[in-house]
């Protein structure tokens, strides 16, 4: 109960304090697995995100036929989420899908799951729509590769991560410059018949002009 009272009234170390002492005493009781997912919470909510990572890790491996599991899917996924939107890094003059994107391809793996596991989840709804966040950031990511390497002259590399692109995120914002570098590369490398699929797959994928 006061570990309880500390979470809802925002006190988030006391109350993840009081749930570890709750598990410590009694690792075994009606009590334990729901403060397992408190403390889960509570670190999220102080900011810990790797803390909460660790916590959700062990609940899934300790808990693998539970009913919580799409709520620890999701909770995971959100810290893993705020790892790459740091709110100090956000203010700086960076492109934040430039960054490495190690954290973000991990939520985009974990939203995955709550979607596709748990369709019918509360969480499902948020999940979804930091997923095509998320891919727009990882397709930009890759996208930014494929402009580096084209820029050093290494036209294979450009393309096999534009195609990467094209491939892996289809509904992205990333696409058409994808589609793009392609043809562009492809060119330079004198492959004529492959480029001349990807002008066509762009044709056929542009907006429709009115006459």
């Known amino acids: 109960k006061e570990a309880s009272a500390a979470l809802k009234a925002g006190n988030y170390g006391a109350a993840v304090t009081g749930f570890e002492a709750l598990e410590s005493q009694y690792p075994v009781g009606n009590y334990t697995e729901q403060a397992q997912l408190e403390v889960i919470y509570g670190k999220y ?11 959700a890790d062990r609940y899934l491996r300790l808990h693998p036929e539970s009913a919580r599991l799409d709520y620890v899917l999701y909770l995971r996924g959100l810290s893993n989420y705020s790892i790459d939107q740091d709110s100090l890094l956000k203010r700086l003059p960076v492109n934040m899908a430039h960054r490495d994107m190690g954290q973000a391809r991990i939520a985009f793996d974990d939203f995955r799951q709550v979607i596709s596991r748990y369709p019918s989840s509360p969480y ?29 002259g290494a036209l294979v590399a450009a393309v096999n991560r534009a195609r990467w692109v094209v491939e892996n995120y289809p509904e992205s914002n990333a696409v058409p410059e994808a589609l793009q570098v392609l043809a562009r590369n492809y060119k330079a490398l004198g492959i004529k018949d492959l480029a001349a699929q990807v002008e066509d797959l762009q044709r056929r994928n542009s907006p429709q002009r009115s006459n």
């Open 124 to 152: 499902a709804a948020d999940s979804r729509q930091r997923l095509v966040y998320l891919r727009n950031q990882l397709a930009e990511n890759e996208l930014h590769v494929a402009r580096y390497y084209e820029s050093r």
């Open 45 to 55: 909510m102080q900011a810990d995100y790797l803390a909460a990572i660790a916590a």
